[in-house]
């Protein structure tokens, strides 16, 4: 633990603009990110009398060892370079507002040739249409089983729309006419995309011409005496209703809003919000988040940083409906006005239907906080309680807040793989994990993660790949710190300007570089023989700092370096859960990754290694001839005749293979020892 008062910038040195600073620990990374009306009056109250700070706030500045500031011109910017930086760095100390779940949006993929409509989930993609998001993908599946019979457009995937249009015949969907089968021409493109169109029209909450058009239409067929055409446009007018009915009107003169509320207590606080499009509830999210000492408006105003950053114009509101309003409530409105292009009114109801939702919005706030703490109860306690006993078990000077776990995959010594999982906190970070290709000996003098697998079978048994893959990670922290500590930079920093703790950052990405920190805790997955090959690759170089430990599966015991016997921990024992977890972790990352290394190699011939011959030309030639053996007896004329290879390629395969078969190694069976052909 650091002394703040052991950086503590001098308060002249500190200007009194508006700006953003940055905390970052010993090694570089940052911890904390935030913005100041007076970055000299903010910075000086992290460094007051620690006892007098908030306990997450002093363990946050204890954990410091630098701080550093941009000065920008308004608030405004100040929020958005916030933003930026709190996505970049993912700063251990910042808020987080924690998704309870991944929602599904339907989503209309406007910028393909051919819209089509599906469910999605996660980041959203440009040229694409969102509407939701929904509590449950069948709720999205539903309302749109009802709708294609009024908007027939393609759901398919890519695969089924090429393989239809190939065939001639449309899909199921096309036969029973929910879907204008683009594939094999019953609509132009311009039609289809009519369709599409006409589909978010009505997904975004313009209704009402749409009803009345089929209405009119069914007057119109009726007096005709088409009385089946009026039977199917009346059923399409009940399935549109019956889809408008599972949104019920809220709000009044189609309003467009985002409806915020808010449930805490001492240690947490859960946030729910509703999508208000057309006066219809569209969706519903809800996270929460761990307090510390902040205050509810500024909880608030990272909530609407997190929601609306990466939003496209069409996700930001007319109106955000807040339970109170940030400290700077009218940057903040700038800034989404900014988002959207046009103006956002950030506002709290007081009275009449908006109060009222508002009030529902906070009773669904307070419901999920309940089931928050009875799912997850003991969580925060456990993770505490997992660390502290590691640090005590293994008579660490601090609790390993970093822990990183490797593990090694094969099949009788081939295909060797190895994987690097990262806790922070006692939870998985993802973003961080690393995969490795054992090279055998070679391998262990250089190299970083997924590198080239070396020519030839590489078999090698655990404690040497252990060692190799220990070896190349803690070899990349040094390189990378000694890179550090070789740079030379201007005390004043500018905007663009990192200060010495900063050339952890790669200077090409602007992101953090691969294996730039170092862990606290290193887990091994074995027994003493891979803690020993582990130990020796940390002695080797010279690293003293990292305390390490192995986990055997057979009885769990933990391994320790230089002791005889393992340390048992409990069955019960929090911290024994916690390095299973990590070892299990591990062992699921290294054998996805193995089984994918696996199946590439057993689907590769001798026409991969062929220069110039691409997948599809490789498609060509075996379609062509029928088997690579063919594709061997052929003569370089037979080979020119495929389409797409001319004569410099044609000679290249026939060299090559010529040359293969020549130095192949002959195969012979086993029991009689004959050579076969």
């Known amino acids: 633990m650091a002394d703040p008062s052991s950086y503590r910038p001098k308060p002249g040195e500190i200007p009194v603009d508006p700006g953003v600073y940055r905390f970052r620990d010993a090694t570089g990374r940052v911890i904390y990110v935030g913005k100041a009306k007076s970055l000299r009056s903010r910075l000086s109250s992290y460094f007051q009398d620690i006892a007098a700070l908030h306990p997450r706030t002093r363990t946050m500045v204890t954990t410091g060892a630098s701080v550093e500031w941009t000065v920008v011109s308004n608030e405004v910017e100040a929020l958005q370079l916030e933003y930026s930086w709190i996505k970049e760095f993912d700063p251990r100390f910042n808020v987080k507002y924690r998704d309870d779940k991944s929602y599904p949006y339907l989503a209309v993929t406007m910028g393909e040739e051919f819209p089509r409509a599906q469910v999605l989930r996660g980041a959203k993609r440009r040229g694409t249409r969102y509407f939701g998001p929904y509590a449950h993908a069948w709720a999205i599946r539903e309302t749109l089983d009802l709708l ?49 169109e006409d589909f978010c029209d009505f997904m975004a909450g313009n209704t009402t011409k749409f009803v009345k058009r089929l209405e009119q239409r069914m007057k119109d067929a009726a007096t005709e005496m088409d009385y089946e055409q009026a039977a199917r446009l009346r059923d399409d007018i009940g399935a549109l209703q019956r889809a408008l009915e599972k949104s019920a009107v809220v709000l009044g003169d189609a309003t467009d809003a985002d409806v915020f509320a808010l449930a805490d207590d001492e240690l947490e606080a859960a946030v729910q919000v509703f999508h208000v499009r057309g006066g219809r509830v569209r969706g519903q999210r809800g996270w929460v988040v761990e307090k510390d000492d902040e205050a509810v408006p500024d909880l608030v105003e990272h909530l609407l940083q997190q929601v609306y950053g990466g939003e496209s114009p069409e996700g930001v509101p007319r109106e955000v409906l807040v339970p109170v309003l940030p400290e700077d409530a009218a940057h903040l409105g700038q800034w989404l006005t900014g988002l959207r292009g046009a103006q956002v009114d950030l506002r709290v109801p007081q009275r009449g239907d908006k109060r009222a939702l508002m009030d529902t919005v906070r009773r669904n706030a307070e419901q999920s906080l309940a089931r928050h703490k009875v799912a997850r109860a003991g969580d925060l306690t456990a993770r505490s309680l997992a660390l502290e006993e590691l640090q005590q078990t293994l008579e660490l000077p601090d609790a390993p807040l970093r822990i990183e776990c490797f593990d090694v995959s094969h099949i009788q010594g081939t295909q060797v793989v190895a994987s690097m999982v990262v806790f922070e906190d006692g939870l998985p970070r993802k973003s961080e994990y ?79 570089r691969r294996f730039a920190y170092p862990p606290n805790l290193v887990v091994v997955d074995g ?36 002791q005889d016997f393992p340390v048992i921990l409990p069955r019960t024992s929090e911290g024994l859960y916690l390095l299973q977890r990590l070892r299990d972790e591990a062992h699921r990352f290294a054998i996805t990754f193995h089984r994918q290394r696996r199946s590439k190699a057993m689907t590769s011939s001798v026409l991969d290694t062929i220069p110039g011959l691409g997948a599809t030309r490789r498609k060509a030639l075996l379609k062509h001839f029928g088997s690579v053996k063919k594709v061997r007896a052929a003569t370089e004329e037979e080979i020119r005749a495929v389409p797409g290879i001319g004569p410099a390629l044609a000679a290249t395969i026939h060299t090559t293979l010529a040359a293969e078969q020549q130095t192949a190694t002959p195969a012979v069976n086993v029991t009689t020892g004959e050579v076969l052909d």
């Open 148 to 196: 294609l019979r009024v908007f027939p457009m393609r759901t398919c995937s890519g695969g089924v729309f090429k393989r239809a249009g190939q065939v001639g015949r449309p899909c199921l969907l096309g036969y029973i006419d929910k879907c204008s089968a683009p594939c094999v021409g019953r609509v132009s493109e311009q039609e289809h995309r009519a369709i599409a």
């Open 434 to 512: 690393r995969r490795f290709i054992v090279r055998g000996a070679a391998g262990a003098d250089g190299g970083g993660a997924d590198g080239a697998a070396a020519d030839g079978p590489v078999q090698v048994d655990d404690t040497a790949a252990m060692r190799e893959v220990l070896t190349r990670r803690f070899r990349r922290y040094l390189d990378d710190r000694s890179e550090a500590t070789d740079l030379e930079v201007d005390d004043r920093l500018g905007e663009d300007e990192d200060g010495p703790a900063g050339a952890r950052i790669d200077p090409d990405t602007g992101r953090p």
């Open 527 to 562: 027994g003493l023989p891979q803690v020993n090959a582990a130990q020796a690759v940390l002695d080797e170089l010279g690293i003293d700092d990292v305390a390490l430990v192995g986990l055997a599966k057979r009885l769990e015991e933990v391994w320790v370096p230089g």
